[in-house]
């Protein structure tokens, strides 16, 4: 890391602010752009820990910027991951304030369920499926607090990947009982279809999404957890999102999610 203990805090400090007022704080590439990968998850951890203390409990990880789409749509070419917490899940069908965002973009998405733990270095996609009690439909919700326009991999980690929140629903289905690469959605917004998608388009097949993961965190002395919920990242490009927007991600044979920001 390049960044003091001093200054790594600081910015933790400034993206809590971030999220309580809903504001956008400078690009930390633009003031500091010595910063690495180490030091933007080290702020991410700091930021993470400060959340635990104040009663909010982790149930799950989100991986983002698997998929050409998604890498494409943000010019980063590398994945990245964030935490998620009990407050930021909820059912198909919610109704979403809209100003508890900073900005909305929606992305398509499958979510594995682990039955048993996961830990890398050399953790693989038949590991994950092993692991993996289920897997079920999900859309992610970004909400960025980092100014968008030039950021960099080392800004998004740092914003804990711009997560947002997590809708869940369809249909739940065992890792072997279908071919999850063919999982596909149709993404419609206010009735109209904005994205289309297939899972494999995240690394061949969003499993491997999630071994990346435990080979990720093993490099910070972490593991995932048996009931956590991991989302494996985005097969469509982000949809960007408006007040009154009402949302629905038709994933054929596994169902369909919807939700409507108020």
């Not at 910027?65 to 494409?72: E, I, R």
Request: aromatic share 6%; proline share 4%.
């Amino acid at each position: 890391m390049t960044l003091t203990e001093t200054t790594l805090d600081a910015l933790a400090d400034e993206l809590a602010e971030a999220g309580r007022t809903r504001t956008l704080i400078p690009r930390i590439t633009a003031r500091h752009p010595e910063a690495t990968i180490e030091d933007s998850y080290a702020i991410q951890g700091r930021w993470r820990d400060r959340e635990l203390a104040r009663g909010r409990r982790l149930v799950g990880r989100k991986i983002g910027l698997t998929s050409k789409a998604m890498q494409a749509a943000t010019g980063i070419t590398e994945p990245d991951y964030g935490v998620m917490f009990d407050d930021t899940v909820v059912d198909t069908g919610a109704v979403l304030e809209f100003d508890r965002f900073t900005n909305v973009r929606i992305e398509v998405e499958l979510a594995f369920v682990l039955s048993a733990p996961l830990e890398g270095p050399g953790c693989t996609l038949f590991d994950v499926l092993r692991a993996t009690e289920y897997v079920t439909p999900a859309l992610e919700v970004l909400d960025a607090h980092v100014e968008l326009e030039g950021r960099t991999i080392v800004d998004t980690i740092a914003d804990n990947a711009a997560y947002g929140a997590m809708v869940l629903g369809g249909r739940p289905v065992r890792p072997h009982d279908t071919d999850l690469r063919w999982a596909a959605a149709l993404l419609h917004r206010n009735e109209t279809i904005e994205e289309t998608g297939v899972a494999a388009g995240v690394l061949g097949h969003p499993g491997r999404g999630v071994a990346w993961l435990a080979n990720k965190l093993a490099q910070h002395g972490e593991r995932l957890e048996a009931g956590e919920i991991i989302l494996s990242g985005s097969f469509t490009r982000p949809v960007w999102i408006e007040r009154g927007d009402t949302v629905l991600a038709d994933y054929g044979e596994l169902g369909s999610i919807s939700c409507r920001f108020s």
